[in-house]
């Protein structure tokens, strides 16, 4: 109970966090963000929603090629698993464009759940983690990266990586 109102917390957070986008973006069906990626990131997301009869290796490889875009021999989409994953899934909820604030959301609340998570495993209370939570994922870098390149917005690993290099392993604790 106690980690799914965490969950519910930093999905509130992340909402509050882009406050006029969030808004205008599942009311208005703009695109948030300052035309940075986001312009182009609802038709590779509209793509990757259409891509059910892609096969299995095709959404599990590096990249996605579709032999009906670009010219002479298809395209390829370079992007990341994460990013892959929520719009496949998101797609079939919503419109591309409100995919992009999906995906950013999601992203903050996985910075915000890893950093909680790592806080537990270092030994930290439910409190401390979450103020740790909150300061690995609401911070400016990750801000002006939701503005301009969200797939940068992707700090979640970061409290995985320093859970591994001190040792945290040995003793998970789920």
């Not at 591309?96 to 890893?114: D, H, Q, R, Y």
């Not at 994922?137 to 990750?142: D, I, L, R, V």
């Not at 801000?143 to 591994?164: K, T």
């Amino acid at each position: 109970m106690r980690k799914a109102l965490v969950a519910v917390f930093f999905l509130m957070a992340a909402c509050v966090y882009l406050w006029p986008a969030t808004k205008s973006t599942f009311t208005e069906g703009t695109i948030a963000g300052e035309g940075g990626d986001e312009i182009v990131l609802p038709y590779y997301y509209s793509w990757i929603g259409t891509s059910h009869d892609m096969t299995v290796q095709n959404l599990a490889n590096g990249y996605m090629y579709d032999p009906h875009l670009g010219a002479p021999a298809g395209s390829i989409l370079w992007i990341p698993y994460v990013e892959r994953f929520t719009a496949l899934i998101a797609t079939k909820f919503t419109s591309p464009e409100a995919v992009v604030l999906v995906f950013l959301i999601v992203l903050f609340m996985l910075a915000g759940l890893s950093a909680t998570w790592a806080g537990r495993q270092m030994g930290l209370g439910w409190i401390l983690s979450i103020s740790l939570g909150v300061c690995i994922a609401f911070t400016p870098y990750t801000y002006w990266r939701s503005r301009i390149h969200p797939a940068l917005l992707g700090v979640y690993f970061l409290p995985l990586l320093a859970v591994d290099l001190l040792g945290g392993w040995d003793s998970v604790r789920f």
